[in-house]
Every structure is written in C-alpha cells, then in structure tokens.
C-alpha cells in the first residue's frame, strides 16, 4: 500500500518539476527553446531544423 502511494506521489512530483516551460519575452517578440538532437539516428531532422 505504501509502495504505490510512495510511486504515485513521486510521479505526482516528477511531472510537476517538468511542466513549467521556458520561455523569455523581449518586446513583443515570445522566444521558445528545445531540444534538437544534431547527432545519432534523428540527426537528419535536427539539421533540417538547425537549418530553417
């Protein structure tokens, strides 16, 4: 019983340290980031959108 409370409150709390987003805001201009992965096997699609 205490195990999956134990689970579910760490779960609980794991997504809510992940969900804020960042995003910074100069003017009127929203700027937002990710994560694009430049090696490995999705390489060709971060280079694509390192590229525009």
């Known amino acids: 019983m205490f195990m999956k ?11 809510s340290l992940a969900v804020p987003a960042m ?11 990710s994560s694009i992965s430049l090696t490995g096997k999705y390489a060709t699609n971060g280079l694509h959108t390192q590229r525009g």
Do not use: E, K, N, S
């Open 5 to 15: 409370h134990g689970i579910a409150i760490g779960a609980i709390l794991a997504v």
């Open 23 to 33: 995003a910074r805001v100069d003017g009127d201009t929203i700027t937002l980031g």
